[in-house]
Structure formats: C-alpha cells, structure tokens
C-alpha cells in the first residue's frame, strides 16, 4: 500500500503531525510527508479538519499524491494536523454498516452489491437484481441488525489478489497487493475506506428506500447517529400531525387515510359542481352573444393567468354546444388559447389553430371541435386571436 497514508493502518486516528513537502502558489493546496486525512474514493467523501488551524476544506487523490485543500495560506514546514472527528465517525458507521448490509444480501437473497454513494444525509448501495421482494428486504435488515448486536469483529489485513484464498465477496479488480477489511463470519472485501473495529459501533441500520434504478434496485440507509437523528425528526413528524389531528400516534394511520379518502370524495363532487357551473356560463354566455351577420355567436374570454383546465375546456363545450358558436379563452401567462368550434359553424377547430400557431411558432392541436395550444410570447397571441377572428369571420 501506499506509504504515508495514516488511514489505512489506523481509522481512529484523530492528531497527526507531518511536513510539508510541496504547495501550491498561494499556499493553500498543501502535499504532506504523511496523512491521516481520507480522500474522496470508492464512493467515500474526504475527511474535513485543520492543518496548523487552517481549516481543510476538501481532500483529492492525485495518483500517487494526496492534496489538502485549505481556506486559507499555510506557511509552516512542520505542521500539526487535526481529523474533524465527528464527520470521520459518520463515515465509518455508514462504510461499515454498507458491509454489513451488501454482506448479509449476499448471505440471505445471493444478491451482489454493485455500487456504494455516502452522502451528506444518507447512503445508497446498487444491487444487481432486477427486483427485491419487501420480505427480503425485511429479512435482510434484520439479519443486518443482528449482526451489529453481535458485535462483530471488523479486522484489515494486506494480502495478494493472486492468493486462491482471499475468498471475496466480490472479486477485486486490482492486482498486487490489496487491503482487505473483513467482518467475522460474514464478509471480505478489498476496500480503502475508514472503517470501525467491531459492529456493534455501527449503531442501528435502517432501510429508508428501495427503488429501481439503472436496471437494478437501489437501497437507502442510514446507520449510527444518522439512523438516531432521522428516528427523532420521524417521531417529531409523526407527533405534530397527531396534534394538529387530535389523535394518537397509534391511531394516525387510520385517521389519515379515512382524511384521505374524504378529502379524495369531496375533490370530485368540487370537480364536478365546478364543470356544472362552468356549463351554466357558457350557456350564460351564449344566451347574451349577439349574433353576427353571418349568424355566428362569438365569445372571446381573456384571462391575465392560469391555465387550459377542466372548467375552461367545460365552458367552451358548453358555448358550443349551441348552434352556430365559436369560442375562444386566451391566457395571456404564459401564453396559451383554446378554441371551440359548434358542429354547424363551419369551423374546424383543430385545423384552424394549428395552421396559425405554425405561423408564429407555437405549439398545440386538437379535433375538429375544440383546439388548444401555446403560444412563444404575448405578441404571439395577439396575432393568433387576430388570424383566428378573420379565419372564423
């Protein structure tokens, strides 16, 4: 292995000291003789801290070098280094506790992990199966649990890919010489990150998510304090819908889907009163239309904003559900007309709008009867309200 990098033979090393052996030119991308600091690798982020009270502020592989980024100037030679010990904690449990995870997947379901992200609020792992049945996902948090109340021991030894008994739960793709973490009795992976002495600090694991992704099934999870933290802010969630609906945590599920359910029958009798009302003013609308010399009753209803929705679409259906009767809405933001045309109004409206929205670069169609579409800009729709007025003239 690399010599110099701290990490490897020790995760809990928190206070280092070392020399500078190069720098950039303002003295804030420092190469040290030596470091605890972990770079960002195998899905792992770098370790934060402070380099002669400079904050470090990201960490980069660069080959056989490693380069501590700081946010400001480091003039020193000999320098003493500090691990932000917290965020380095995290890392561990969260790395471990994937082992601990993809391990026991292998162990139970024969379900290879193919991907590993540690990010700022939870963990994912690609698993190369096209579907996970939610008992095995059940079944393997479980397992994973109680491997982590067993308190396994988590051990790195350095040993030779070409060795017939490495015995990996996934075959390295390096040659040489390779650092393998293990955890008794269940997993051995060749692996750089950070990792913990034992399970049992791995803490609580908990699968927040599955969902397809890239042909597979991705896991989300948090451990440890994570896991902790997310508990806490669910229980606080769950306790304010519980007051604000005056029930228990326990009778919370019932009462929100029987919510649901009322708020779900009470949406469709609005809906449909709304298009009963909507049918209502185009009669209206209609009604004191004057006709125009070519018998034609025309209605032209601008709004500042909105949308083509179900009221509108009902109220132009409704106007032109009358004889001889031509409808037109125009939003003005963003930019959007509906035109309705009656059976008898020699109108086809589907025809008519996307021959004029062609010609100003808009968008849309529709039947015969009714058409609508999107216009570029608010010009744009003046023009297609005029075209469309003499068309139907």
């Not at 304010?240 to 599920?253: D, G, K």
Request: a negative charge; aromatic letters at 4%; proline letters at 4%.
């Amino acid at each position: 292995m690399t010599a110099g990098r701290l990490y490897y033979q020790d995760s809990y090393l928190t206070e280092f000291s070392a020399r500078v052996l190069d720098r950039g030119a303002t003295g804030q991308r420092l190469y040290l003789d030596r470091t605890a600091f972990y770079p960002a690798s195998g899905g792992q982020p770098h370790d934060v801290g402070w380099i002669a009270g400079a904050p470090v502020i990201e960490v980069v592989e660069e080959e056989e070098r490693i380069a501590h980024l700081t946010a400001e100037p480091v003039a020193d030679t000999e320098v003493a280094c500090r691990i932000d010990w917290g965020r380095r904690f995290d890392h561990m449990q969260q790395h471990t506790g994937q082992h601990v995870l993809s391990g026991v997947l292998m162990e139970l379901c024969g379900i290879q992990t193919v991907g590993f992200h540690l990010g700022a609020a939870a963990a994912t792992i690609d698993l190369a199966t096209a579907s996970l049945e939610p008992a095995q996902l059940t079944a393997a948090e479980d397992r994973a649990n109680a491997v982590v109340f067993e308190n396994r021991a988590v051990t790195v030894s350095l040993e030779e890919a070409a060795s017939s008994s490495l015995d990996l739960r996934k075959p390295a793709e390096r040659q040489g010489t390779l650092r393998i973490v293990a955890i008794e009795g269940l997993d051995r992976s060749a692996c750089g990150g950070t990792h913990l002495r034992a399970t049992g600090e791995v803490g609580p694991i908990v699968v927040r998510r599955m969902e397809r992704a890239h042909g597979g099934v991705r896991l989300e999870f948090l451990c440890g304090w994570r896991a902790l933290r997310r508990a806490r802010a669910d229980f606080e969630t769950l306790s304010r819908a519980a007051r604000a609906l005056s029930a228990s945590l326990e009778e919370l599920p019932a009462l929100v889907e029987a919510q649901s359910a009322s708020l779900q029958a009470a949406e469709k009798a609005r809906r449909k009163l709304a298009a009963e009302l909507a049918g209502f003013r185009g009669r209206e609308l209609y009604a004191a239309a004057a006709p125009e010399p070519s018998g034609l009753r025309r209605v032209v209803q601008r709004l500042p904003k909105g949308s083509i929705d179900e009221e509108l679409r009902a109220m132009a259906q409704s106007f032109t559900a009358q004889p001889g009767a031509v409808f037109v809405a125009a939003i003005e933001e963003p930019p959007a007309v509906l035109l309705a045309a009656s059976k008898d109004s020699g109108v086809n409206a589907g025809e008519a709008l996307k021959a004029v929205l062609a010609r100003v670069g808009g968008r849309g169609g529709g039947s015969v009867q009714i058409a609508q579409g999107s216009a570029p800009s608010r010009d744009a729709l003046e023009q297609i309200l005029d075209e469309l007025r003499r068309a139907s003239a």
